[in-house]
């Protein structure tokens, strides 16, 4: 079984092009948002909530990220796995656009 940190959430963007971002930029970034629940402490918020929940559905995932996060929180790790049929928002594409958990 493929551990939830190793997998990647890809996105399809409006203009068609696929990027992927790894789960664990997604999940960093949920546990940094409730270290305060875990005394300012990040890592035990990643081991104690955000990878049970992520393991337990994709769903959370995307939540988080399409609700949570900008595309700009995540564009330096994303990487082009498909190429863009036209110029394109990312932004909306990030909010919007079609999404696996790989």
Known sequence: MTDIMDKNYVV???????WRVPVKIIAKNRSASYADEY???????????????FEMSDADIEDWARNNMDWSEVESD????QDPDEDVDYQDGWANGEVEIV
């Not at 005394?39 to 990643?46: K, N, Q, T, V, Y």
């Not at 994303?78 to 796995?81: E, T």
């Open 12 to 18: 399809t963007m409006p203009d068609g092009s696929k």
């Open 39 to 53: 005394d300012g402490d990040i890592d035990r918020a990643l081991k104690e909530d955000t990878i049970p929940l």
């Open 78 to 81: 994303a990487l082009r796995v």
